[in-house]
Nanobody
Framework: QVQVVESGGGLVQAGGSLRLSCTASGLTFDDYTMGWFRQAPGKEREGVAYIRSADGTGFIVWHADSVRGRFTVSPDKAKNTLYLQMNSLKPEDTAMYYC??????????????????WGQGTQVTVSS
């Protein structure tokens, strides 16, 4: 049974940093597309970063324009944990952040929000 559990959210001042963690079970990063998403009150859920193993030799990574250069997604295969390092946080980054997994290919999952497995989310609040 696939499960993903997020942690690491909290309250931080603008310009600060947080690192979110997504601990996965029942899957391996070599076989699943993983994604970080966020949803702010009154807004649609949006993709923040996606990652997929490239035939076991590395990873394909994509970050949304709004976070590129500030956020970095990275996997730790040994711990089966996905991280989202968030630097230079802005008040507009305030949202519930979710980790998700899907066994479909990169082309079927990237830039999309209809992943199969979702965590409960972790709240990130950035004060001005």
């Amino acid at each position: 049974q696939v499960q993903v559990v997020e942690s690491g959210g909290g309250l931080v001042q603008a310009g600060g940093s947080l690192r979110l963690s997504c601990t996965a079970s029942g899957l391996t990063f070599d076989d699943y597309t993983m994604g970080w998403f966020r949803q702010a009150p009154g807004k649609e859920r949006e993709g923040v970063a996606y990652i997929r193993s490239a035939d076991g030799t590395g990873f394909i990574v994509w970050h949304a324009d709004s976070v590129r250069g500030r956020f970095t997604v990275s996997p730790d295969k040994a711990k089966n944990t996905l991280y989202l390092q968030m630097n230079s946080l802005k008040p507009e980054d305030t949202a519930m952040y979710y980790c998700a997994a899907d066994s479909r290919s990169w082309s079927s999952c990237s830039w999309k929000t209809d992943f199969t497995y979702w965590g409960q989310g972790t709240q990130v609040t950035v004060s001005s």
